[in-house]
């Protein structure tokens, strides 16, 4: 089988920093790392090529320092990575990104033969959107399964895979035919070590570069900012709350007491709600 994973590279946001005058983010010697959502889907693509055989792709777009993210993905065993790059792709929002990518994903059926699955991440830390994945799969018309804590069983005889899906009221058993697009959580596996063989041949590696021209991309203006209808006002801070957190002295009191005490102290600061709750308890 042939799995096709898309990652990104991103500022480590634990180390991200916003300009206190202009309001936008420093990325100014912020290191960048893998998408951490992304290697949950990068691990399990793995699992499944282990498993049944076939190649793992990975695929990113970015500027030519994503090369960095692709060869740290071929150190975790994947065979082979696409980096899509073009000046025409800056400034690209959710919607120009999953167009982009989409086109780069039906080149790569071109060339390297046709995706069984598609994985990405949840969503990405640094736009937190979850809207790439599903772009993609619509405009490739692929059945998508999103937010998929484990994939239970596949089978590449009948062409279906079953997985459990994490929805607000539980999780939901779910079999769907192939090619299809996953979304996978986070926490549903652990990424390998690579092995010393994987590190050499990913500093070996030639990494496939194509532009927009070389992805068969012809509409232009559905890249980019010309392609993108969504537009950041600013980036800032949240300024740091005035009044600070009241402690509840929970030394000789039961937990009775305790609760009682929340309450009252809560219903003192918003006593709309007290009437509110007194009028629901009434009817």
């Known amino acids: ?26 990325r100014q010697g912020v290191p960048t790392i893998i998408n951490p959502y992304d290697l949950f889907a990068l691990e399990e693509a793995l699992k499944l090529r282990d498993a049944h055989g ?26 082979r990575a696409v980096l899509l790059t073009d000046r025409y792709f800056a400034g690209s929002d959710t919607l120009a990104t999953s167009f982009a990518l989409s086109q780069a994903i039906a080149k790569i059926g071109e060339t390297f033969g046709t995706p069984d699955i598609v994985f990405t991440g949840k969503q990405t830390i640094d ?36 997985v459990e899906r994490r929805s607000e009221g539980g999780t939901q058993t779910l079999m769907s035919k192939l090619p299809c697009l996953i979304t996978m959580l986070e926490g549903t596996n652990e990424i390998r070590r690579g092995s010393l063989d994987d590190a050499l041949r990913a500093a070996r590696s030639r990494i496939v570069k194509w532009s927009a021209a070389d992805a068969g991309i012809e ?9 993108s209808p969504t537009v950041v006002k600013r980036v ?3 300024a740091a709350r005035a009044e600070k957190a009241e402690q509840i002295e929970t030394t000789e009191k039961t937990p009775r007491d305790l609760a009682d005490e929340l309450i009252a102290g809560i219903f003192s600061r918003q006593p709309a709600l007290e009437d509110e709750l007194a009028f629901d308890g009434d009817a």
Not at 7 to 15: C, E, G, M, R
Not at 133 to 151: E, F, M, N, S
Request: aromatic share 4%; glycine share 8%.
């Open 236 to 238: 800032f801070a949240p």
């Open 127 to 162: 736009g937190d959107t979850a809207q790439v994945g599903p772009g993609i799969a619509k405009r490739l018309d692929l059945l998508q399964l999103t937010y998929v804590a484990k994939i239970a069983s596949i089978d590449l005889n009948t062409r279906e895979i079953t």
């Open 219 to 227: 509409d232009l203006t559905k890249c980019g900012l010309r392609g």
């Open 54 to 79: 076939g190649e793992v792709t990975v695929l990113t777009m970015g500027p030519p320092m994503a090369e960095d993210a692709l060869r740290k993905a071929l150190t975790y065993g994947a065979d």
């Open 1 to 26: 089988m042939h799995i096709v994973i898309c990652i990104k590279q991103v500022p480590d946001s634990a180390q991200i920093r916003v300009h206190p005058v202009t309001n936008t983010i420093m």
